[in-house]
């Protein structure tokens, strides 16, 4: 349980997939201005991150494994990635309009993102168990929720400072995804090994 | 290699299928009419309609929530279109224009003191009622040029919003945002407008800017139901106008803030800044 414990909050704040492993910048970037889109997005992301985990990690150990297959994990991951994706929009679409309005635009944002292949592939280099891995998915995505709602809530502030000519727009920006990279080195150490 | 082949294959093949029954079977139809209508809309997403965006308003006009002509961006013309497509008859209404209601700029208007914060006239106003003593007057940092989607507003060297009449497209979100409501819609046909918000007195107004509207009346002495008074506040009554007596009150007004706007190069006629009258 402690076990478990540790890997859920390495994932959320040591190993921070945008902060620390520098994962998912691209939407980290692209739905941040607004603290409700980024809530939305990172809904999306925490459920197809932990869908995907469990499919990517069976497809692992019951297909590639058994026929030494491992050098196709990653565009075999890719494929049941984006497939599995697609037919959750799908799905949601059509039993959840309400769900499907505050996911459903985020859900195509992320089928081919780098964050998600880099927790499947994570998954299987660490050697983590079905449970261990699907909880190192939840913590993975609520550190990128966490990160990219604190971003947008740095970026809603920023649009009213009177900030240097040279400095607006994008510099801004990744200056202070730097600055807030540089808060979440505090962490490391907090989780021995 | 042949292994990776068929693996591979068969498993495209297996999302192939798993993908093309879940369309079938999960497939939501859609109203043909929301995507032409998606089409016909402005597509600025500006949210003047009071929808989330262009996509939204669609799907509402064809559910039949929403009334057609809330798509200002779009005047007329596209108000036509969506009646084509959700085969109605309606009457277009006027286009509007947005109008900065303030002339006090730095030269003839008091500061009350000398605000350095947020470059945001809302949170400006939030400091003992923004730095202008006058409390209707504009503040001039720029809160509508921010959420102006169409670039017509612009804060002007002598710190007061303009409006580029060729760009406005009357969507309001500017109206809506300024907190002192300096910026209103009028028609866009008409070009006199009384440039001032200044709710007050003749004497408070007198104490506030050279510019400001003290209530004199004297516009609707000399052109009675053209102008509507309001308080102390002139205003023109956009129903019921009449250029030639309209043009004469324009010349009479003593502190020149019935403004003709249609004619950007012809200045108004100078009236002394506040250095020179007290000098």
Known sequence: MIHLLLILVGAVLVNNFVLARFLGLCPFLGVSKKVETALGMGMAVTFVMVVASAC???LQYLVLTPFDLEYLQTIAFILVIATLVQMVEMIVRKSSPVLYQ????FLPLITTNCAVLGLAVLNIQQGYSFVESLVFAFGAAAGFTLALVLYAGLRERLTLCPVPDAFRGTSIELITAGLLALAFMGFAGLVPG | MLAAVISL???GCFAAILLAMAARRFAVKVDPRQAALLDVLAGANCGA????GCSAYARALVAGTARPDLCRPGGPETLARIATILDIEVAP???????VRCRGDRQ???AKYDYQGLEDCRAAQ???FGPKTCPGGCLGLGSCVQHCPFGALSINEQGLAEVDRDRCTGCGLCVSVCP?????????????HVQCNSPDAGRKVKNYCHVGCIGCRLCIKTAPECFVMEGFLAKVNYGHQKPTAMADAMERCPHHCIQDLAEPGEAAPHSPSVEERTS
């Open chain 1, 102 to 105: 505050s996911l459903g635009i």
């Open chain 2, 49 to 52: 309609c009071g929808y989330p």
């Open chain 2, 108 to 110: 003839q208007s008091r």
């Open chain 2, 9 to 11: 294959g068969s498993l």
């Open chain 2, 126 to 128: 939030k400091l003992a």
């Open chain 1, 56 to 58: 990517t990690w069976l």
């Open chain 2, 180 to 192: 002192r409501q300096v910026l209103a819609l009028a028609p866009a046909g008409s070009h006199i």
């Open chain 2, 93 to 99: 209404g006027e286009p509007q224009i947005a109008v």
